[in-house]
């Protein structure tokens, strides 16, 4: 049986169920794209993947080329093996770009947006509570890949009489830059995805502008490729994980320079995305 207040149901048995009070906020918005993160199998098998590939082809790459070089200890001092020993990056960078286009336009090809911004109406929280959400977990991804590749590829550099560790130049910046790239290229497919509202269509941007792009600049003439390469977002960013630059020369920024003009891409692919998130219906 069950009788019937002036206000809600109950049920013989149970308690009332409370009033709903207050507005939806912008921390219930955090929790509910938490939960989602850690609750679509697609997405944790995506991360998942993201630090086999990184981290395997570091190992595999500095395995293989400490394995083969006739170099001596002495010229291999000179050789930026820092960044050598996240070699597995340039392929981890591309699972990221997945997760992060995963991570906003998922929710479109189920309709499930609809739920989510019925229960949210107000836009600006769904947006920056994913983006939240994106940052964060892609940080803690970027930087394992970033560190286990750097110990497992100083390993193999070891056998060489080459030692690597945190405190030698410039590898503590050029490692947690690492990490920090991962996390670029996934808030530049998050932008492009919002924008796009279409995983294949974000996914294919995203790895265009990160990979084929670079591919690409090579079929043109020298002096172009003098004045474009620097500014492609994989050579601007990849000087973070740097510790030897060159732009004394002109041929790339530094570090951080470089990586600003990375996060310049994901920026305006983000100032896009939320512009048509929020005018655009669902």
């Known amino acids: 049986m069950s009788t019937v207040t002036d206000k809600v149901p109950v049920f013989a048995g149970l308690a009332p169920l409370p009033e709903a009070k207050g507005r939806a906020g ?7 794209e938490w939960t989602k993160i850690r609750s679509v199998k697609s997405t944790l098998w995506t991360l998942a993947a993201a630090i086999v590939i990184g981290v395997g082809i570091s190992a595999l790459g500095n395995w293989g080329q400490s394995s083969h070089t006739t170099e001596t200890a002495v010229e291999l001092a ?29 929710e479109y090809s189920t309709g499930m947006i609809r739920t989510s911004l019925s229960a949210q109406p107000r836009r600006l929280n769904v947006f920056f509570a994913k983006l939240v959400i994106v940052t964060l977990v892609a940080f803690v991804v970027g930087e394992i890949i970033s560190f286990a590749s750097f110990f497992i590829g100083a390993h193999f550099w070891a056998t060489k009489g080459v030692t690597l560790t945190l405190s030698t130049h410039g590898a503590l910046q050029a490692v947690i830059g690492g990490g920090l790239y991962l996390v670029g290229a996934a808030l530049l497919a998050f932008g492009i995805g919002a924008a796009l509202r279409h995983t294949a269509g974000a996914i294919t941007l ?26 492609l977002p994989y050579n601007a960013g990849s000087q973070v994980w740097a510790t030897q630059h060159v732009a004394d020369v002109g041929t790339s920024f530094s570090a951080w320079s470089g990586f600003g003009v990375y996060m310049g891409y994901a920026v305006i692919a983000l100032i896009l995305g939320l512009w048509v998130f929020e005018r655009r219906d669902a």
């Open 26 to 32: 912008f921390g219930g918005a955090l929790r509910s």
């Open 78 to 106: 000179h050789k930026d093996l820092v960044q050598r020993t996240m070699f597995g990056i340039i392929l981890g960078q591309l699972v990221m770009v997945v997760f992060g286009a995963l991570a906003v336009t998922a």
């Open 206 to 231: 995203g790895v265009a502008l990160l990979f084929v792009i670079n591919i690409i600049t090579n079929f043109m003439p020298t002096s172009w490729q003098n004045d474009i390469d620097k500014w």
